[in-house]
């Protein structure tokens, strides 16, 4: 079993950067593929970025490429996104999610955090 505590989230201005840490406990979180996903007001979950166990290859969103950065301090069993560049359109709930690979389906992870909200402003 693995816990996942995500922080960072808050109120930006548009263009303004946000960094996002997901903590796991129960279990070595470098076992695991973890994503980031989010979720809009009126939406669907969607995939944003994802990291392997090693931390040596992501996959992103079309959305986020040039802007989000994902990355992994294993021994801190931490995962983090930083946003840079922010828009209106980023506004959502983010959630941290781990699993045996990275995939973009909601479906493949096994173990999901409770979200933090990020709320982007004009």
């Known amino acids: 079993q693995v816990q996942l505590v995500e922080s960072g989230g808050g109120s930006v201005q548009a263009g303004g950067s946000l960094r996002l840490s997901c903590v796991a406990s129960?279990?070595?979180?470098?076992?695991?593929?973890v994503a980031w996903f989010r979720r809009a007001p009126g939406k669907d979950r969607v995939f944003v970025m994802g990291?392997?166990?090693?931390?040596?290859?992501?996959r992103y969103a079309d959305s986020v490429k040039g802007r989000f950065t994902i990355s992994r301090d294993n021994p801190k069993n931490t995962v983090y996104l930083q946003m840079n560049s922010l828009t209106l359109e980023d506004t959502a709930v983010y959630y941290c999610?781990?699993?045996?690979?990275?995939?973009?389906?909601?479906?493949?992870?096994?173990?999901w955090g409770l979200g933090t909200q990020v709320t982007v402003s004009s």
């Open positions: 129960g279990s070595p979180l470098s076992r695991y593929s």
């Open positions: 999610a781990a699993g045996a690979r990275t995939d973009v389906a909601p479906e493949s992870y096994d173990y």
């Open positions: 990291i392997i166990p090693s931390g040596g290859s992501t």
